[in-house]
């Protein structure tokens, strides 16, 4: 269901999306703890939609000095777009572009919060490394493949990429895997954020 569209922007209004991003871009500066327990009363409260994956997906961005962070992270904040995260690579593969953009192949999922109008967050394998990068979901390429989920409240999709070209603009260039999904750092802090508030629900 997509009802959750119409309330999605007074929801932003409360500071869900911003608490815990920087001021210049439209945040509230606060910590990921602050962000804890907005999401564990939006649980709480069973808050449909994306919540919990726009909220990981203003935290990567967050931890990025990269243009995409500057591009995205206000309009995550004031819920002009929703963001779904891929916490795997899948089969996702990419090949570096003259100009420092990427060309990307694969699929990677499920991913939670994907539809055909959220922002995507993904990572692909260059090389030996992972290379983090933002995609529109009707960017050209890019098929959301929506999946039935368990909770009908929220999207779930596999995410097929058909030679995406991903601009030097969208790539998130200091942000690790394992510092995403691993121990430490943001990993603990992601990790505890979400089964707070997927644990409520």
């Known amino acids: 269901s997509e009802a959750w569209r ?13 608490v815990a991003l920087p001021g210049a871009v439209g945040g509230a500066g606060g910590s990921v703890a602050d ?14 939609g994306p919540v919990v994956t726009t909220a990981l997906a203003g935290l990567l961005l967050a931890r990025t000095s990269e243009a995409a962070a500057t591009e995205l992270l206000p309009r995550l904040a004031d819920g002009t777009i929703s963001g779904a995260v891929g916490l795997s690579t899948g089969s996702v593969r990419a090949t570096r572009r003259a100009g420092g953009g990427l060309t990307v ?5 499920p991913v939670l919060g994907a539809d055909s109008r959220s922002l995507i967050v993904l990572s692909a394998r260059v ?14 390429g890019v098929h959301v493949v929506e999946q039935v989920p368990a909770d009908f409240s ?7 990429l058909d030679g995406v ?8 260039g200091d942000v690790s895997t394992p510092l995403v999904v691993g121990r430490g ?12 508030a997927v644990g409520a629900t």
């Open 6 to 18: 119409k309330h999605w922007t007074e929801l932003a209004e409360l500071g869900l999306f911003a």
């Open 35 to 48: 962000l804890a327990v907005m999401l564990e009363a939006a649980a709480e409260a069973l808050v449909p």
């Open 105 to 109: 192949d694969g699929s990677a999922g």
């Open 127 to 140: 090389d030996a490394d992972d290379v983090w990068f933002g995609l529109d979901a009707d960017a050209p």
């Open 154 to 160: 929220r999207s779930l999709a596999e995410v097929r």
């Open 165 to 172: 070209e991903v601009a030097p603009d969208r790539l998130l």
């Open 185 to 196: 750092q943001l990993g603990d802090h992601v990790t505890g954020t979400v089964r707070v």
